[in-house]
Structure formats: C-alpha cells, structure tokens
C-alpha cells in the first residue's frame, strides 16, 4: 500500500479559502459567539461550513443565480448584525442560519413574484437542475442522499405538499388554491409530512450503516 | 384563530404563513411552550429539506462580498457628517427577519428565568424595532457620542443601534432620553448586552431633536440629571 503525498489532506482543498486552523476546531456556536464579537474571520468560517448549503437552498427557492446570492449575502449579513440575540440552548447554528436565508429568499421571491406566473409542471424539484458538483464534501452528499431518500418514501401528498411549501416560496392559501383543496387539508398535510419525515430521517440515522441504495 | 393557532407551527417552520399569520403565531410563541418545542424540532426537519437542495455552488465571489458587506457595516459605526445620513443603507428588511428568529429562539430562553409579561413586552418592543430597522425608507443618524447609530422612520419612531456598551451593572438601567432643545422626555429602559445591541424609543422624534442615554439606577428618572454617555447628531 503506497502511502499518500504528504500534501494531500483529508479535506477537499478550496484553495481561495484558506481554512483559519484558529477557527477550524470551533463548533458552530462558538463561531457565533465570536461573530457576535465582531470577528470577521468567524463569519468567514461559518460561510465555508453552511454557504454552499445555503446557497443550494436558495436556488431552488428563488430559481435565479443572482438573487440566491443575494439571500444567501443578507442572510449571513443578518448573522452578522444579530448574533448576540442568537440562544444556543434552543437551536443550531446551522439551523439558524439556513432559517435565516430560507426566510430571505421566500420573501424576495415573493416580492418578484416571479413563481405566481410560473406553471408548476416539471419544475417540481426533484426534477430540476441536478448538478453534481465533484468538489462536494462526502458527507454532503451522504446526507443529502439521506434525506432525498427519506422523502420518497413518504405519501406523495405529504411529499408534494412538503416540497412546494419549503422550495416554492408559495404561502399557504396559495399552496391549497393551487392543489385545489381546503386549506385544513394543506395545514395537515404539511404537519404530517414534517412529522413523518422526521422520523424517516431518526430511523436512518439509528441504523448506522444506512445506504443510500436498497439492496434486493 | 385561537384555537388553530398551534397548528401553525408547521407553516412557520416552512415559511408558507403571510405576514399576518407571522405576526400571530410569533405572538402566540412567547406563550406556547409546547409550540416552541414543536418549532425547534420542525426546524432541524426543514434544515434536512435544506440539505436536500444542496446542488450548485455559488460563485466564488461571494464569500469575499459577504465579508467586505459585514467590514463597511462596521465602518458604518464610525461617526458619519449627518448629510451624508441618507446615503449610507444601514440595515435591510433582513436584519428584522433575523431579528425575530433569533427572538423566536431567544425568547425561549428569556422565558424559562424571566416573567412572561416581561417577555411579551420586549417581543411587542423588538418587532416595532424590528419594523423601523426594515423600512427602506428610513435614515440613519450619527451619534456624536458612543457608538452605533440612530434609525428613523417616516413617522418619527426611532431605533438606537448601540455597538460598543456594556451591559449597565448590577442595580443600574440605561435610560433613553428624546430632547427637544431644553426639553427631555424619558423614552424608556434598557439593560444593555455585549456585542450590538439596538432598542426602540417609546414616542416619536420630531426634526431637530437629539436622543441621548443616560446610566441611571434601576427603575430609571423622570427628570434628566445625569450627563449623557450616547447622543445622537439632531435628528
């Protein structure tokens, strides 16, 4: 067995982003903590931890390159000017943030309401744009598989509902006038689906060596 | 409304309620403990919605757009020539956004040591803040004391954005003043945090006025005798 370059790291390098070794062993709490000191290097780093995420988000919300980057920006920037109002005890970082930038985009996209004059047809995500980025971190992709699974197993209307609240930007009166049923139906369907896919993505987690294929 | 509200708490975590429905369930929040757990664990199930999304990445650019964004907003906080006060864009509509998540998460705490009377009025007071920090059209004037900025809107109300005051000490408050010429209205309490800070007036500013802070024993005065440790340009 040939042992490895010595340069080459367990990390996928990203060669414009040096990684700060001062930041590296922080969680992302402590980052926030220290953004709320107004350490600008913090910032950088949770922008390496949870951007590409967030950014991916934000795509799929607003479906325009330059407006995803303008949520993702504001998003990190709200992370910036509030970071001491942020309570560690009650959620993650990265919970936080990706909130943050969710929020943003609904309401940018709301505003252009660019997706109102849209059909919704085969743009359902799922079936949009399915780039595989070769940079991506393993355990991104790992994950993402997880979940992508997780949601084909649950009821298609849970699914559907789920997918176009959380990626269409759409509000729910909106949502039940679209589907074409009561807003209760939406309502429950929506609450369902959360619960549901939580415990989709619990069951995968507890079973370890859980793969994304199913072996017949 | 009352009765259907918990069955909000989806909707919030999945962005899909209009401002109104917002405005309701945040309120409800500050009282439905069962709620904000429900919240949390609803919002580590759409960060897994999140990760589903994750495709594309964005451009490299961005990163540096990011910090040098967060770099001038704190170059901000040096005093400014108050004619250049409508120049400079100080705090978007999502600075209110993260201002009341980070409240949704942060009330949990206050509550769980605080009064809860405590806790509905300083939401009620933030998400007025909050209001005036996210309309495009207010402006912003400079301190000629302290650090940080004001903010005011159209109708008068006005936000102190503070970045470099302590938390007041233990039996003190700091106390918000609007001063017209001689004349000095008290505009209410606040204790003060690490890190910025920002806090709405009580009543409004008319053109001309100066809002100051003063360190006062807790309960505050109604008479202002003390000298001002932040004063703002006039308004």
Not at chain 1, 29 to 55: F, H, K, P, S
Request: hydrophobic share 45%.
């Amino acid at each position: 067995m040939e042992a490895p370059p010595a340069t080459v790291l367990a990390f996928p390098a990203q060669p414009s982003w040096p990684m700060r070794k001062q930041h590296a062993h922080l969680s992302d709490e402590a980052l926030v903590a220290q953004v709320a000191r107004g350490e600008e290097d913090a910032l950088a780093e949770l922008y390496d931890r949870v951007g590409r995420i967030a950014y991916g988000l934000a795509v799929r919300v607003v479906r325009d390159d330059r407006l995803a980057e303008d949520a993702v920006q504001e998003g990190f920037l709200a992370v910036w000017r509030s970071a001491a109002s942020f309570r560690a005890e009650r959620a993650k970082a990265s919970t936080w943030i990706l909130t943050l930038v969710h929020r943003r985009a609904v309401d940018l996209v709301r505003r252009e309401e660019r997706r109102r004059t849209e059909p919704l047809g085969d743009e359902l995500p799922g079936s949009a744009h399915e780039s595989e980025p070769t940079d991506e971190a393993a355990w991104l992709r790992f994950e993402r598989e997880r979940v992508q699974t997780a949601l084909k197993l649950l009821p298609d209307v849970q699914r559907e509902a789920l997918e176009l609240a959380y990626y269409g930007g759409f509000s729910q009166s909106e949502l039940a006038q679209r589907l074409g049923v009561p807003l209760g139906t939406i309502k429950s369907r929506m609450f369902s689906g959360l619960v549901r896919l939580r415990e989709l993505l619990d069951e995968s987690t507890q079973e370890g060596s859980w793969k994304p294929e199913f072996t017949s | 409304m009352e009765t259907g509200i918990h069955e909000l708490t989806a909707g919030y975590a999945l962005d899909v309620l209009d401002a109104d429905e917002r405005w309701a369930y945040e309120t409800h929040l500050a009282e439905c403990e069962q709620c904000r757990e429900e919240l949390t664990s609803f919002w580590e199930t759409t960060e897994a919605l999140a990760i589903a999304a994750a495709g594309p990445s964005p451009s490299p650019e961005l990163r540096g757009r990011i910090l040098t964004a967060a770099r001038a907003e704190r170059q901000v906080v040096v005093p400014l020539e108050s004619r250049r006060r409508r120049v400079v864009p100080v705090l978007g509509a999502v600075a209110a956004v993260a201002a009341v998540v980070a409240l949704a998460m942060g009330l949990w705490a206050t509550q769980l040591s605080g009064d809860l009377d405590d806790a509905r009025l300083a939401l009620e007071r933030e998400r007025q803040a909050a209001a005036v920090l996210a309309d495009p059209g207010a402006r912003t004037v400079a301190l000629e004391a302290g650090e940080g900025r004001l903010v005011v809107d159209d109708d008068g109300r006005a936000v102190l954005v503070l970045d470099e005051l302590d938390p007041a000490p233990q039996g003190k408050t700091y106390e918000l003043w609007i001063m017209e010429g001689e004349n000095a209205s008290p505009a209410g309490l606040f204790p003060g945090q690490d890190g910025r800070d920002w806090v709405g007036l009580d009543g409004t500013v008319e053109p001309g006025d100066v809002v100051a802070v003063t360190l006062e024993a807790a309960g505050g005065v109604e008479v202002l005798e003390n000298d001002p440790i932040v004063a703002s340009a006039p308004v």
